[in-house]
């Protein structure tokens, strides 16, 4: 079961559904700027790009970016969670001055909750703010479902 190691950070993720915090250094997310250039700098984002999407990028490509972002944070987050187990690291770019809203939505998970919470990680590589695409994330939503 994925846990902050911080019980108080952990109580207000049970509460919440979401917890913000820094955990990441800023040579940790240049490293992951770098990254995404080396492999998706070239890609016309319309709307959504998602790296890990069925049929956009080779699957072999899709385990090897999601390696090198696990080599980048896997310390942190070992320094920062407990029984965890990283699986799968992705970009997901949103195309630039989009004016229709994302509709509101709960991410997937591919693991039954029940058993095993999942934690998803949402590290913006360029600043966000309301204007631009920032994440909204609704207080106790992660009660809604049973799936």
């Known amino acids: 079961m994925a846990e902050f ?4 950070e952990q109580q207000e993720m049970a509460e919440r559904g979401f917890k913000h915090v820094s955990l990441f250094s800023l040579s940790e997310i240049n490293a ?3 990254l995404y250039q080396n492999n998706f700098g070239h ?3 319309k709307q959504l790009y998602s ?3 069925g049929g956009v990028t080779p699957p072999d490509l899709t385990l090897r970016v999601s390696d090198a972002i696990e080599a980048i944070i896997g310390d942190t987050l070992r320094k920062s969670l407990k029984n965890f187990r990283f699986f799968l690291g992705a970009f997901i770019n949103k195309q630039a001055k989009l004016e229709e809203e994302l509709e509101l939505h709960q991410d997937w998970n591919i693991v039954n909750e029940q058993v095993r919470p ?3 990680i949402w590290i913006p590589l360029a600043p966000v703010n309301q204007q631009n695409g920032v994440l909204f994330v609704m207080e106790g939503s992660h009660r809604f479902y049973k799936n």
């Open 5 to 8: 190691i911080n019980e108080q």
């Open 32 to 34: 992951l700027k770098e």
């Open 43 to 45: 890609v016309e984002v």
């Open 51 to 53: 790296n890990h999407s």
């Open 118 to 120: 999942s934690i998803q």
